[in-house]
């Protein structure tokens, strides 16, 4: 998954209905760096009608769909 592609999730269950079957664009990598060293993996996505973006972590990612690949 690039930066700019189109991504959607599916219908995941009823506790994600804010995301259920919504489109998004892929904003990137926003990786947390924990004071214990550990490394947290999230990803920004900017969910379609929404003003800011979206921070999810790497089990939601493994979710998205690609509908479309940027250029």
Do not use: C, Q
């Amino acid at each position: 998954m690039k930066i700019g592609d189109l991504v959607k999730f599916p219908y995941l269950n009823s506790y994600t209905r804010h995301i259920n079957n919504k489109y998004a664009v892929y904003v990137g990598e926003a990786f947390v760096v924990r004071e214990d060293g550990v490394v947290v993996e999230n990803h920004k996505i900017l969910l379609r009608g929404d003003s800011a973006p979206t921070t999810i972590d790497k089990t939601m990612y493994r979710w998205l769909e690609v509908v479309s690949e940027s250029r």
